[in-house]
């Protein structure tokens, strides 16, 4: 029966040839996986990507302002009150004195 050094040695030997056989099957799946994207023209839609950026389907809008404070700070009312109206509501003001007319 081997001890528990030589077992953590195997083990550690292991590790190693573990992760050099995973290095070169990627990159032979990466070499594979090109190779097959130039012969057929493939696209990361095709392939069942998402492009970089906005969620495929789905374009981002600017949200509509609905306050504005004294400074011309503007808030769309999504999320949390930004600090210059929580301020002002702290001094006693209400968030309704700065809505934008619509």
Partial sequence: ???Y???LEQRDSLEQQ???ARRSEVSAAITQAR????????TAADCG???L??????????VAVKFRGPNGETWSGRGKAPNWLTSLEGE???R???LVAR
């Fill in 1 to 3: 029966m081997a001890t």
């Fill in 5 to 7: 050094k030589e077992l």
């Fill in 18 to 20: 573990i992760a050099e």
């Fill in 35 to 42: 190779e097959l994207i130039a012969d057929y023209g493939l």
């Fill in 49 to 51: 990507f998402r492009g």
């Fill in 53 to 62: 950026g906005a969620v495929a389907g789905k374009i981002r809008t600017t």
């Fill in 92 to 94: 006693g003001r209400h």
């Fill in 96 to 98: 309704d004195e700065f």
